[in-house]
């Protein structure tokens, strides 16, 4: 089966750091680009970074350039984001995608003081 | 960044009627490999986003025959050729060719 299960969110001060991991199973995680998409309260789907199979490519969107960054390790079929310099309009539900298949469940980012 | 406008961005269909999504991108979604990687997903209510069509018009797996995806370069459409009630939700489409990869706008679906 399938399965992307997403961890890490929580409540952070603006300026704070946070890490959010996804943990993948079920498939080949090795051979997938995968994708970090946030959505905020009753908003729509926004993209927000993506990784090639090797973590040698990455991407990301201009709102959070030079501040968050993705990594992976395929040995424990684990994609990250590590964001920092938090701000309040980063507060969202924050889903891991393997775009042209499954996406996990979401863990909510919340920043405020 | 690469502009994705859905039209319509709210839907209201009778249960066994067609329906039909359009999705255009400011510029050619035509990657240098051949492939076009335009995205449908549905967003139902209080769920995570699911993957309906990639690359532009194949289904994923247990998506039901009702759906189909069609376009090339800059003008794609989802329809639905008949509407079930399960099918409430957010549509949205994606390209994931240029970077920044975005999404279109979403689009509401209900059931009359």
């Known amino acids: 089966d399938v399965k992307l299960v997403e961890s890490g969110g929580g409540l952070v001060q603006p300026g704070g750091s946070l890490r959010l991991s996804c943990a993948a199973s079920g498939f080949t995680f090795s051979n997938y680009w995968m994708h970090w998409v946030r959505q905020a309260p009753g908003k729509g789907l926004v993209w927000v970074s993506r990784i090639n199979t090797d973590g040698s490519s990455t991407g990301y969107a201009d709102s959070v350039k030079g501040r968050f960054t993705i990594s992976r390790d395929n040995a424990k079929n684990t994609l990250f984001l590590q964001m920092n310099s938090l701000r309040p309009e980063d507060t969202a539900v924050y889903y891991c995608?393997?775009?042209?298949?499954?996406w996990g469940q979401g863990t909510l980012v919340t920043v405020s003081s | 960044d690469f502009v994705m406008t859905q039209t319509p961005l709210s839907l209201s269909v009778t249960p066994g009627q067609p329906a039909s999504i359009s999705c255009k991108s400011s510029?050619?979604?035509?990657?240098?490999?051949?492939?076009?990687?335009l995205f449908w997903f549905l967003q139902k209510p209080g769920q995570s986003p699911q993957l309906l069509i990639h690359d532009v018009s194949s289904r994923f797996s247990g998506v039901p025959d009702r759906f189909s995806g069609s376009g090339s370069a800059t003008d794609f459409t989802l329809k639905i050729s008949r509407v079930e009630a399960e099918d409430v939700g957010v549509y949205y489409c994606m390209q994931a060719v240029h970077l920044p990869c975005t999404f279109g706008q979403g689009t509401m679906l209900e059931i009359k």
């Open positions: 510029q050619s979604l035509l990657n240098s490999d051949g492939k076009t990687y």
């Open positions: 995608a393997r775009v042209n298949g499954t």
